[in-house]
């Protein structure tokens, strides 16, 4: 096991109960590092972003740094919009950082804004977190009050406005194209992206060059401020530099939100060692397989624990899907699975809730992701047929063409291609299951 | 009779001023409109178009996408199972059925004496105190089906009152920031 040394890095003040209040973050060097940036140039302060390699935390993993460059090039106005609409199921990370230290959220926010000139701030808040909801707005006052958000801040002449921003239930408002048609009071559909020119970076919120940045990656970047992109980069290894928080539930005895190196730790670590996961918990204590990075993303067996917990690591593995590739850590949620879980009810259910949150614009999405999920139920409640499993891949095909990671793009937005995924993985990794559920007409699990 | 009226019609129009364009506000109006009436009446959806230039079709094109937003009545208490993947694993559906009997409805019905609303909803990250389930969207983990129990009459007793406000209250804290 490794437990390296590296700083926590966004989570060291939740060892307070009073973690989200103003006098506990300040008691705790809150708001230096805005004064730091506010001395420094715009183009220092992304410079070190970009030196701090930091990948997004959203689950596209795209560098910070160069989604500001790209915005910071074009006239304004510009506009942040920090997305905490967290929804990838099992991923419950932004959930803490917003409930329980949302003055590093908006630090890092002010900072990014001044760094990239941006005039206002909208900070979406999923809108089922009702108690980080209040806590964000209560926090903003104070940071109103306190004289770090709005005019002249501290005396350095910079000014900008932010706003905390309900969402209503949808999942696919995490995309940040439907994250920005939600913020403009529409129904969540992603927008078309025709990179490099047209991406929210460029054609954001009003159509105007917007940053897009999520909670966790918000909340990295006062600590990078203040100790320098490269004690950033000095942690993890290759691309993925830094710490990461990793959500770890299902069947392992200590579940909860970690803060680890990435790279220098792997998944066996996080999901046994005993600060993190402590082992699996359930059935024989036996691990089946698991998810390495939100429900999107294709499975992992017991075969891959020893795969560091870094982004190229993961997405260059030997995986499970049919058509090869491996797979990602996405939003950074890892799904355990003891060897009493039937995966055909998993993938079922992960099937079911992609038919459910389809937005409906492209045709393979809303009507692919719906066959999967009437197949995959049939299945599992005994009424499968055997023509049922090349029908699955048949289908998963139409959306996901080549079934494998990475998938080729049918739709507008990644929902659709990520569907097929999980059903994929869990197909190849246990098609005896599939089997015994068509023969015996029902689960063996019970 | 339901237009956003009151105080609630004042902190409307303070959530239109907090934004560059008009109508992102609709979300926000559309939480205050259920905030005020427990759920979204035509009257209100009306009067919010008005506020914002929109049409009633626009508000409702966006009201009917989130999963928040319901335009019937629902019971005083909301009650939102998780089973997706974490809670499943850990008996999120045997926690759905044993709501679904405790309170006698099915999933997306409300309770004959108008108090309870069950709904199965997605994940809703809190997943390291698998099974979990919010009331009017305030979390509680870990719930057994005897703390279920035990939850239903808090609830019933008027325990939890400061803890789950009346459905529809989303965040109980004022924006303030100067003009």
């Not at chain 1, 993890?236 to 730790?265: C, D, Q, W």
């Not at chain 1, 005993?274 to 059935?283: D, F, K, L, M």
């Not at chain 1, 559920?437 to 029902?442: S, W």
Request: glycine letters at 12%.
């Amino acid at each position: 096991m490794t437990i390296t040394e590296a700083p926590k890095i966004v989570t060291s003040r939740l060892r307070y109960e009073d973690s989200h209040t103003l006098d506990r973050y300040l008691a705790t060097g809150g708001y230096e590092a805005l004064r730091k940036a506010l001395t420094m140039a715009p183009e220092a302060i992304q410079a070190e972003v970009e030196t701090a390699g930091i990948l997004g935390r959203g689950g596209a993993g795209f560098p910070a740094g160069i989604k500001w460059k790209t915005t910071m090039a074009l006239p304004g106005p510009h506009y942040l919009v920090v997305n905490g609409d967290e929804s990838e199921p099992a991923t419950f990370k932004d959930h803490m950082l917003v409930e329980r230290d949302p003055h590093q959220v908006i630090e890092g926010a002010l900072i990014t804004a001044y760094a990239t000139g941006c005039e206002r701030i909208f900070l979406y808040v999923r809108g089922e977190f009702a108690l980080g909801l209040e806590r964000m707005q209560a926090a903003l006052n104070d940071a109103y009050k306190f004289g770090a958000v709005g005019r002249d801040i501290f005396g350095s002449g910079f000014s900008v406005e932010a706003v905390v921003h309900p969402g209503a239930g949808a999942y696919i408002c995490g995309e940040e194209t439907a994250l920005l048609e939600s913020l403009e009071g529409k129904r969540g559909f992603p927008r078309i992206k025709v990179p490099p020119k047209i991406i929210p970076a460029t054609v954001g919120v009003y159509n105007k060059p917007t940053v897009v940045n999520n909670v966790e990656t918000m909340s990295n970047i006062p600590w990078i401020v203040m100790n320098g992109g490269a004690a950033f980069a000095a942690l993890g290894a290759g691309r993925s530099t830094g710490t990461r928080i990793f959500s770890l539930s299902g069947h392992v005895k200590r579940p909860g939100n970690y803060e680890v190196e990435m790279v220098k730790t792997t998944f066996r670590d996080l999901i046994y060692a005993p600060v993190y996961g402590g082992g699996i918990q359930g059935g024989n204590n036996e691990l089946k397989a698991f998810i390495p990075g939100g429900a999107s993303s294709p499975w992992f067996g017991p075969q891959h624990l020893d795969l560091p917990l870094g982004q190229d690591e993961v997405a260059q593995a030997q995986g499970t899907l049919p058509g090869g590739g491996g797979s990602m850590l996405g939003s950074g949620s890892i799904v355990v699975m003891n060897d009493a879980t039937c995966p055909v009810r998993a993938a079922w259910r992960l099937a079911r809730f992609f038919a459910r949150e389809s937005c409906g614009q492209c045709t393979p999405c809303r009507e692919g992701t719906g066959w999967l999920d009437r197949i995959m139920f049939r299945i599992e409640s005994g009424s499968g047929r055997m023509e049922d499993l090349d029908l699955l891949l048949d289908v998963s095909d139409n959306i996901a063409p080549g079934l494998a990671f990475p998938y080729p793009m049918t739709t507008i937005c990644f929902l659709g291609p990520s569907s097929p995924m999980p059903i994929c993985s869990a197909l190849q990794m246990f098609r005896d299951d599939f089997l015994v559920h068509i023969k015996d007409g029902g689960c063996p699990y019970g | 009779m339901s237009k956003l009226a009151g105080e609630f019609l004042t902190r409307a129009r303070e959530t239109i001023a907090a934004y560059p364009g008009s109508r992102s506000a609709l979300i926000p109006l559309l939480h205050l409109a259920q905030e005020q009436d427990g759920h979204l009446t035509g009257d209100a959806m009306e009067h919010i178009g008005e506020l914002l230039g929109l049409t009633p079709a626009e508000v409702m094109g966006t009201a009917s996408f989130y999963d928040m937003f319901f335009t019937e009545p629902v019971g005083k208490w909301l009650v939102s199972v998780c089973t997706n993947i974490a809670c499943l694993l850990n008996g999120g559906y045997e926690l759905l059925a044993h709501a679904e009997e405790k309170l006698g409805v099915r999933p997306g019905v409300t309770s004959h004496d108008g108090r309870f609303t069950l709904e199965e909803v997605e994940c809703i990250a809190r997943c390291d105190e698998a099974p979990c389930l919010a009331v009017n969207w305030r979390y509680f983990g870990k719930v057994t089906n005897g703390r279920f129990d035990e939850l239903v009459a808090d609830l019933e007793s008027g325990k939890l009152n400061d803890e789950v406000p009346t459905h529809g209250t989303l965040n109980r804290v004022r924006r303030e920031a100067p003009a």
